[in-house]
């Protein structure tokens, strides 16, 4: 671990006061030992990576950690905080933080090392000597492994060896356990999570294998071990590979926090549905029908509430079917650009073409646009599907959103057909089947059965009626005009400036983007709404912290820099790290300049085809100069908004404005406590 972390890359008094600002400090040592290409891409990462899932642990620890083209070696920096920063654990603040920084392209060694540095932070003793440390080189020299041994006895009385009794050498086998861990960066927490049940498992006198599926190589149990193993636990957040192979036994399926916080429950747990003889129903590529709770649940939303379950299996749909409509948009919008709208009934540019003319090149963009938009409820269908029960459903899904497509249906048929055809392969994957037809029942069976299920209910039963609710939900759109559009702007503007990114954010989006799959002028005017509403809080930061530098620290103004293109560019979330700082001034502010916005883009008519792309899409926006002067108008008032909020705070806290005068962060800090 030599090469990974020096004394540059320790801050034993790390003066961080939030996990945004810890990620940045420790991030410009790694810059600063030319570690890191690119500071705002990396911690681009850092957060996307956090958003997943807090890295926080019991214990005072925080990990954060991601995979990044802008790190140019595996690198480790530490930190010590004094006061503790929130990563999001059960028991509290964080006082030790690792930054783990690896390349996309790492190689096993390196991962190999950070997953060892992973289970070591396992060890109570390995975390009260980081809390001891006095001197950077020490700590880095005990982080890489290298710790002091002292001069051994020349003359050590040999331990007596431990005397064995017949009763200990006639007992019963251990009971065994084979267990999975996993995580979306496979760095830290797989191997954490591994560590913590092996030590539970010596504690306990249980037996606990573990396979780690993480970025340091995936090697599988052995099948002798997995079949003589007496229960299976699984904590994962992503999907665990070769689900099959632990069909028939009891099953613990959860988050792989759970496997670090609380590793002899669940041994506890599997030890009880064992002798219960609780058997899971575990299919090759399906999931379980494990009910065990799971700090986050499992591989998803397993083990979530139904509403949360329900949002993620939608968002899944979406998320699959957004670079369809961002490639067909684009095209689209380019033929309008080039050829003008009447290009969309041109004849076929397979039988009519001519290389020197513009309208011929526009048809061909608008065509095959066309034929990606053409994908969209299809793969909405299917992955909304796929999100509730994997590969088997993909059949049935696709199936389901391509009838929704013949019945008229459009969108909201492709959601139904998605969630029908999810549920059906899920309640036939519970089905108790023989051996002999386990092997062919995710290729063959289920897709089978479950395509003739989805395709009879979407012709015959719920077809029409969602075809009709679709037709009526199109006339509305299409005839909203004066107060009414004025009035859905507003509401689509606060939803997406509300929690920037998370779920009222993707709820309005996922609308928006919904509109796309068959586009009328009213969908399309929601689109641009959004888009617009979406850009306001990054850009309000980055104004704020510009034109009233003193009332933001050094890292906020830092953040504000990185603000504008963020905000240009529709990242909603480059607008977070303000809003954690100070909640209840900065949420509401960009709450009423989103809402400003999406008002005067419904009022002025602006349309969108493209479902992202921000101010880069603007030569494709219908009423380019009125949709900048709606974004402008909202990032104005949030701006206006926040720093008058801000100011007065610092007023009353400050009457004799000693901070501002200072200019000092220390002051800003104080002023804020």
């Given at each position: ?13 790390l003066?961080?006061?939030t ?16 570690r ?38 595996p ?26 920084a690896?390349?996309?392209g ?18 109570p ?36 060896e ?76 992503v ?24 590793p ?57 079917m957004?670079p ?47 034929a ?33 497509l013949?019945?008229n ?14 549920a059906?392969?899920?309640a ?28 009879f ?10 075809a ?14 004066g ?47 959004v ?34 293109v ?28 989103g ?10 008519g ?45 007023t ?22």
């Open positions: 671990m030599s090469e990974l972390i020096t004394a540059e890359l320790v801050d034993l008094d003066s961080a006061a996990k945004d600002a810890a990620a940045r400090s420790l991030a410009e040592r790694m810059v600063a030992a030319d890191v290409t690119d500071l705002d891409g990396f911690l681009a990462d850092v957060a996307a990576r956090e958003a997943q899932m807090p890295t926080g642990l019991d214990g005072g620890i925080g990990i954060p950690h991601c995979r990044s083209e802008h790190v140019s070696a690198t480790l920096a530490f930190g010590r905080s004094a006061a503790g920063i929130d990563f999001g654990a059960a028991d509290g603040p964080a006082d030790l933080i690792f930054l783990i690896a390349p996309a790492a190689d096993d060694d390196h991962l190999t090392i950070l997953s060892a540095l992973a289970r070591r932070l396992m060890d003793e390995f975390t009260a000597a980081l809390r001891a440390g006095t001197d950077p080189g020490a700590v880095a020299a005990l982080i890489r492994g290298e710790e002091p041994t002292e001069n051994p006895d020349p003359d050590p009385e040999p331990e007596p431990p005397e064995e009794d017949d009763a200990t050498a006639a007992a019963a086998p251990p009971f065994r356990i084979v267990a999975v861990t996993s995580c979306p960066t496979g760095i830290a927490h797989t191997y954490m999570a591994a560590e913590s049940l092996a030590a539970a498992g010596r504690a306990e006198g249980v037996e606990v294998t573990v396979e780690t599926q993480g970025s340091a190589g995936f090697k599988k149990l052995d099948p002798a071990v997995v079949a003589a193993a007496d229960a299976v636990i699984w904590a994962h957040d999907e665990v590979r070769e689900k099959g192979r632990f069909r028939g036994k009891p099953l613990v399926d959860v988050g792989v926090k759970a496997g670090i916080n609380r002899a429950e669940l041994i506890a747990e599997a030890r009880r549905k064992a002798e219960r003889g609780e058997i899971a129903a575990v299919s090759e590529d399906g999931g379980s029908t494990d009910s065990g709770d799971g700090d986050g649940g499992g591989s998803g939303a397993d083990h979530a509430h139904f509403g949360v379950r329900l949002r993620t299996y939608l968002m899944s749909g979406v998320s699959y957004v369809f409509v961002a490639a067909g948009g684009l095209l689209i919008a380019l033929s309008f650009a080039i050829g003008g709208y009447e290009i969309a009934s041109a004849k076929s540019v397979a039988d009519h073409f001519v290389w020197g003319e513009a309208d011929s090149w526009a048809a061909l963009l608008n065509q095959i646009g066309s990606a938009f053409a994908f969209l409820v299809p793969v909405l269908a299917g992955y909304i599907a796929y999100g509730m029960a994997d590969r088997p459903a993909l059949v049935p899904g696709f199936v389901g959103g391509a009838i929704a013949t019945v249906a459009g969108f909201l048929g492709g959601l139904v057909a998605g969630l029908l055809a999810g059906v392969v899920m036939i994957q519970r089905v108790p089947v023989h051996a002999t037809l386990r092997g062919i029942m995710p290729v063959l069976v289920i897709p089978l059965i479950a395509s003739a299920v989805v395709g209910l979407m012709f015959i039963v719920v077809g029409k009626p969602i009709s609710l679709q037709n009526a939900l199109t006339d509305w759109l299409n005839g909203l005009s107060s009414n559009a004025v009035i859905l702007g507003i509401v689509l503007g606060l939803m997406m400036c509300f929690d920037m990114g998370g779920p009222l954010n993707k709820v309005a989006y996922a609308f928006a983007v919904g509109g796309l799959a068959d586009p009328t002028d009213g969908s399309l005017k929601v689109m641009a709404a888009m617009a509403a979406g850009m306001v809080p990054p850009l309000a930061m980055a104004l704020a912290t510009t034109v009233r530098k003193k009332l933001f620290t050094k890292t906020e103004r830092e953040n504000g820099r990185a603000a504008w963020l905000g240009a560019s529709f990242i909603t979330e480059g607008a977070i790290p303000f809003a954690a700082a100070d909640p209840l001034r900065v949420i509401p502010s960009v709450m009423a300049g809402a400003v916005t999406g008002a005067l883009s419904m009022a002025f602006a349309t969108l085809r493209a479902p992202h792309g921000g101010v880069f899409v603007v030569p494709l926006i219908g009423q380019p100069f009125l949709y900048l002067l709606a974004i402008a108008a909202g990032t104005l008032v949030a701006t206006a908004l926040v720093v008058l909020l801000k100011g007065a705070r610092r009353a806290s400050d009457p004799a404005g000693e901070a501002e005068a200072t200019g000092s962060d220390d002051s800003r800090v104080t002023v804020a406590a």
